[in-house]
């Protein structure tokens, strides 16, 4: 994540009540520290959590709740920042992959693994990917300015993308979200 990201993502999250201490007397830490700390350990790997923490003055038992806040916040924000095309954005997206070849195009689609420092304690064997390391996998869906107009995370890391992609809202309501002969790009995994 660059610094303009982060400082935008900071900044969006501090408009959240969540980050609001209901105790005037105990303020929450920055949003910025929270931030930085569920990504420092939601996506950092060999982090030293000891002396993370000591470097962001954040106490041990702070984690799940940053984790938690954090999430949270950003689940709120998920209907503004992801959502389906407009009628102008699905004709512009279909009119970029046109050029390409790929007429009738609205998106692409496809899977990634997001590797997990610890095995969940509920059936952890779900969640080993090909690489016979923990993981969650997430598939996106984007239009042509690489702008997401779907998401599904959270699913066992031995999920294979084709079974995400026949869960998903895309391939469930494509009859509503589609005309004619629309589609989206993917690789043979989907």
């Known amino acids: ?100 070849g790929f007429p009738d195009c609205v998106g692409v689609v496809d899977g990634s693994l997001i590797s997990l420092l610890y095995w969940p304690s509920d059936d952890p064997m779900a969640y080993r990917t090909r690489q016979k390391s923990a993981g969650i996998n997430i598939q996106v869906t984007c239009d042509h300015n690489e702008r997401i107009i779907h998401l599904d995370i959270g699913w066992p890391g031995s999920q294979p993308d084709v079974t995400i992609w026949k869960q998903s809202r895309p391939m469930r309501d494509r009859a509503t979200l589609l005309t004619g002969e629309e589609h989206f790009l993917h690789d043979k995994g989907v």
């Open 1 to 100: 994540m660059t610094k303009d990201v982060f400082d935008l993502l900071t900044a969006k999250l501090s408009l959240n009540p969540r980050f609001m201490s209901a105790n005037k007397s105990k303020p929450q830490k920055p949003v910025d520290v929270q931030l930085a700390t569920f990504l420092m350990f939601n996506g950092g790997t060999n982090t030293n959590c000891d002396s993370l923490l000591l470097r962001l003055g954040v106490a041990k038992g702070l984690v799940i709740n940053y984790r938690d806040c954090v999430v949270a916040a950003v689940e709120d924000m998920r209907d503004e920042v992801i959502r389906w095309l407009s009628d102008a954005e699905k004709k512009a997206t279909k009119a970029h992959f046109a050029k390409f």
